[in-house]
């Protein structure tokens, strides 16, 4: 049985839906940390990082001590 690993692009979008990342740079991190390699190249282009952009800032939910301090 094998499992299927989301590619690099597919797995930005994920993280920008899921409410943890804030930024591109974020996505780009946290991509990083999971292991995906190439990310520059895979994320590269003015619409995708708007579209990237745009779904970060209508999910994002700041932490319970971040919201807390602000």
């Known amino acids: ?5 989301p590619t690099t ?6 993280l920008a839906r899921e409410g943890r990342c ?4 974020d996505i780009k991190q ?3 940390f999971e292991g995906y390699d190439r990310i520059q190249d895979s ?5 995708l990082g708007a579209d990237l952009r ?5 999910n ?4 319970a001590d971040e919201a807390a301090a602000g």
């Open 54 to 58: 745009r779904l970060c800032r209508e």
């Open 30 to 32: 946290a991509l990083s």
């Open 9 to 14: 692009l597919e797995r930005a979008y994920q």
């Open 60 to 63: 994002y939910v700041a932490p």
């Open 43 to 47: 994320l590269y282009g003015p619409t």
């Open 1 to 5: 049985m094998t499992s299927h690993r």
């Open 22 to 25: 804030r930024t591109v740079s």
